[in-house]
Nanobody, 119 residues
Framework: QVQVVESGGGLVQAGGSLRLSCAAS????????MGWYRQAPGKQRELVAT???????NYADSKKGRFTISRDNAKNTVYLQMNSLKPEDTAVYYC?????????????WGQGTQVTVSS
């Protein structure tokens, strides 16, 4: 079992910045993909960005240039730096972890962290 814990959400004014962190913990697993999704009220959960263990990143088109995902493999931690935040970025941000035990991979989700951007 892998535990996924996010931190770093909060309230920020439009144009401001926030940095989210997500740490995965457990034993007997190797982490493949890590990333962030978000869900705004009344909307479906959507991709923000992902990063492989080798550092290859993938961003949703609308997030390119403002958001930066990074990862510390030694700490099993993924970060999301969010700049020039807009009110439409308000959402619950969920950390995603794909981890393998033996030959089987599983998806894990954090509990979510609220990001609120005021205008």
């Amino acid at each position: 079992q892998v535990q996924v814990v996010e931190s770093g959400g909060g309230l920020v004014q439009a144009g401001g910045s926030l940095r989210l962190s997500c740490a995965a913990s457990g034993s007997g697993f190797s982490i493949n993909l890590m990333g962030w999704y978000r869900q705004a009220p009344g909307k479906q959960r959507e991709l923000v960005a992902t990063i492989t263990s080798g550092g290859i990143t993938n961003y949703a088109d609308s997030k390119k240039g403002r958001f930066t995902i990074s990862r510390d493999n030694a700490k099993n931690t993924v970060y999301l730096q969010m700049n020039s935040l807009k009110p439409e970025d308000t959402a619950v941000y969920y950390c995603y972890v794909n981890a393998a035990t033996g030959f089987t991979a599983y998806n894990y989700w954090g509990q979510g962290t609220q990001v609120t951007v005021s205008s």
